[in-house]
């Protein structure tokens, strides 16, 4: 036999184990094959075997030396058998290597105070199809084939160009078949197998912004509505899919966003439009991500702030000049408690009735809008008539705190300033409270509730006291 001693030490990729050692051999054949090895444990020992060209002597002792064309091969550098024959060695195994003509072992000795990979080989031996490489002595018993994707060994959602999504116990990231990591960390819904996903050498460190990248152009393409939906609930957790940073989704996402949450459904990033949004007939999905939300914007998802914009400007509201008597005296009521009880400016109101009969109220410019169905009651009068001022005086939005806060103290005063007076018969008014959650914080909603048949005793010449039932 003819001894060839390399200059390849022993301490080449140091933190790399047995599975790396396989991974690469397996990613060769993977490369010309497009079929993963034969991987068999026997009597002499673990043997993995191609049925390919077969590898030539140079191929084997010179490193930097790759026959591969394709930029799209896992192996570009001619490396990858080099540090799996490494690793087994370190390891404490002698490698056999049986190809097209010739037989080589593996072992080590040492070169200027180093231990070096060297070979030990024969040539012009009987011809072997393939590469047959054998670990002597090899026992150890685990299964590497599950960590590749490779001859229908997975269960595949989904398919195109970008890669495969799969379906597993556990969630994994697979590059190109091969597998890379897991993904539980990052409470991914699904496995994905990509293709164009950018590695480290050591293929243990892929590119975030790739993984987040490709998985957007992956699931773009789905079409099964059940998966869909489960992404949708994903999108508003904090899920891997929810972080994709690609997604131009087909027209069936449009159809399972309307069927999951309704005709009225928009999106948002900020909880605190909620409120807001079911005031004027939306119901708000929050989605943080701005690609996400862009996406469904193309095929038809509006979002809250613009739905509610168009809403009101297409109100197609009439004016209204003639109220009844009762609808009269209940916005002169309303007008004059909040004018007397609050240091609020009270701008010039008209009345409308509109097809959105949800729209009780707007602040538009330099005057506020008042539905008429909210003056059959002088409660409601003065809930929407107190809303829409505090919009008027301070220029801020629902729900917020700021308008919380105003919202609250202006109340008190105004139930202060209709319960100041000893006389007359006693009565109950609701002050009905709800509560809402925004970003974690819980803040309450108040309307004032006045017995119809009593509206008329509030203001005039009698006064009478209130007992305030908060419920």
Known sequence: MEEYVTNISLKYCANWDIWEAIRELSQNTLDELNTLPEISLNEEGLTIRDKGEGLTLKQL????????????????????????????????????????????????????????????????????????ITVLGFKEKTNYSERFNVNGTKQILLENSYGQMLKEDKPRLYVKNIYVQDLEKEKALYSYDLKHVRLERDRNMPNNFDIRFYIGYLISDLKDKEIIGTLLDGFRKEVLESKIAHFEPNSVWN???????????????????????????????VIRNDTIREGLSKIGVLDTV??????????????????????????????????????????DIKLYESRNSDVLGYANGKIIGLNRKILKDLGRTITVLLEEVIHMNYRIDDVTPEFQQLFSSNMSKILWYMTKEKEGTEFNAKLIRTTLRVKGHIYYQYQIKVPLSLNAKVIGKTYVPIKILVI
């Open 306 to 347: 613009l739905a509610i914009a168009i809403k009101q400007k297409n109100r197609e509201e009439k004016e209204v000049k003639d109220l009844s008597r009762t609808e009269k005296t209940n916005l002169e009521k309303a007008i004059t408690i909040v004018k007397n009880a609050t240091e609020l400016t009270i701008p």
């Open 61 to 132: 002792c010179l490193l930097g030396i790759s026959e591969k064309k394709s930029m799209e091969a896992r192996g570009q550098y001619g490396e990858g058998l080099k540090i799996a024959l490494t690793i087994f060695v370190r390891k404490g195994y002698v490698v056999r290597v049986k190809s097209k003509d010739f037989v080589a072992y593996i072992n080590k000795t040492n070169k200027f105070g180093e231990e070096v990979l060297k070979y030990e080989y024969e040539e012009n031996k009987p011809r072997v199809d393939g590469t047959e």
């Open 255 to 285: 159809e399972v966003f309307i069927e999951k949450y309704g005709d009225n459904a928009t999106v948002s990033n900020d909880e605190t439009i909620v409120s807001k949004g079911r005031y004027h007939g939306f119901k708000t999905v």
